[in-house]
């Protein structure tokens, strides 16, 4: 179902697949609500965040699994 060069789906020869060392990138199908890559935080904030994001469901599961051992109280 290759739906030309401007097309969601295409299809590709394999001598095309082995002349991109069989990567098979499909950048055309970018997400434009996506933020610019170049305007995001550095990686080490977006890491810090997500760490703190978790540590937080980490200790929302342990609230959870503490009411379920004391029969929901």
Known sequence: MDQGDTGRFRCF?????????HKRDITWLKDDSLEDADSLPEPQELATEAVTELEAVVD?????????ENGGE
């Open 60 to 68: 929302e599961l342990r609230e959870i699994i503490s009411m379920l």
């Open 13 to 21: 020869d394999m001598d095309t697949v082995k002349k991109r060392n």
